[in-house]
C-alpha cells in the first residue's frame, strides 16, 4: 500500500514569487491535513481538507490556501513567499476526520524562499 | 485551547538504558495523545496513540506511554535504548470534534551513546 506522496521534495522559489505543493493520500483516505515545520515555531497546523471542503484552519496569513480534488490529492498554494515561508511543509492523510483515526505523514516537501 | 508541553529539548542516553520522554497536555475535553518520531529529513512516523481505550498504549519498536488524568501527562518509554532510536519524537493532542488538527508539542531530540 502507498504512502503519502509529496511533491516536490525540494523546491527553491525566489521571494514574491507563489508556490503550489502537492499531496497524493494513502488510498481511501478521505482527509488531508498541511503542516508547517521551521525551527523557531515547531510544527504548526495550516488547514485540513475532507471531501473537498476545508475543515479547520490555523493561524496562518491568508496568502497560504490550499484545495482538494474529488480523488482526494490536495494542494497547498503560498502567494508572494517571504523568507519566513522557508520550511518543510508536511501533508498528513487520515480515513476520516475527527482526530480518532491516525494520521500518516508523508516525507515532506522542503522549501526555499531566497 | 489545547496544548503540550514536552520536557526537555535534548535527552541522551546509553544503549540499553530506559528512555523516558516526557509530555504534559492541556485539554477542555478528554483528549487524543499521540506519539510521533522523525529521522533527519524525513515525514513523521506513528509510534502510539491514545483514544479514550485502555491507559496504557504499547506502540511500534518497543515504545510505550500511558496515559494519566490525574497528572495531564502521556509520558513515553522504552525499557532499552537502541542506537537506531536516536532521533526527534513530538508528543501531539487533539480533541474529539476538532477535525485533524493536531497540535504539536516542540520535540525532544533524544541521542542514543555507546
Known amino acids: 500500500k502507498a504512502g503519502v506522496t509529496q511533491t516536490p521534495r525540494y523546491l527553491i522559489k525566489t521571494r514574491g514569487q507563489q508556490v503550489t505543493l502537492s499531496c497524493s493520500p494513502i488510498?481511501?483516505?478521505?482527509?488531508v491535513s498541511w503542516y508547517q515545520q521551521t525551527p523557531g515555531q515547531g510544527l504548526q497546523f495550516l488547514f485540513e481538507?475532507?471531501?473537498?471542503?476545508?475543515?479547520n484552519k490555523g493561524n496562518f496569513p491568508g496568502r497560504f490556501s490550499g484545495r482538494q480534488f474529488s480523488n482526494s490529492r490536495s494542494e497547498m498554494n503560498v502567494s508572494t513567499l517571504e523568507l519566513g515561508d522557508s520550511a518543510l511543509y508536511l501533508c498528513?492523510?487520515?480515513?476520516?476526520?475527527?482526530?480518532?483515526?491516525?494520521?500518516?505523514f508523508g516525507q515532506g516537501t522542503r522549501l526555499t524562499v531566497v | 485551547a489545547q496544548s503540550v508541553t514536552q520536557l526537555g529539548s535534548h535527552v541522551s542516553v546509553s544503549e540499553g538504558a530506559l528512555v523516558l520522554l516526557r509530555c504534559n497536555y492541556s485539554?477542555?475535553?478528554?483528549?487524543?495523545l499521540f506519539w510521533y518520531v522523525q529521522y533527519p529529513n524525513q515525514g513523521l512516523q506513528l509510534l502510539l496513540k491514545?483514544?479514550?481505550?485502555?491507559?496504557l498504549v504499547k506502540g511500534i519498536n518497543g515504545f510505550e506511554a500511558e496515559f494519566k488524568k490525574s497528572e495531564t501527562s502521556f509520558h513515553l518509554t522504552k525499557p532499552s535504548a537502541h542506537m537506531s532510536d536516536a532521533a526527534e519524537y513530538f508528543c501531539?493532542?487533539?480533541?474529539?470534534?476538532?477535525?485533524?488538527?493536531?497540535?504539536f508539542g516542540t520535540g525532544t531530540r533524544l541521542q542514543v551513546t555507546l
Open positions: 498528513a492523510s487520515s480515513l476520516a476526520s475527527g482526530g480518532r483515526t491516525e494520521a500518516f
Open positions: 488510498s481511501g483516505h478521505r482527509s
Open positions: 481538507y475532507f471531501s473537498e471542503t476545508q475543515r
Open positions: 485539554s477542555s475535553v478528554p483528549p487524543y
Open positions: 491514545y483514544t479514550s481505550a485502555a491507559t
Open positions: 501531539a493532542v487533539s480533541e474529539p470534534g476538532t477535525a485533524s488538527k493536531l497540535t
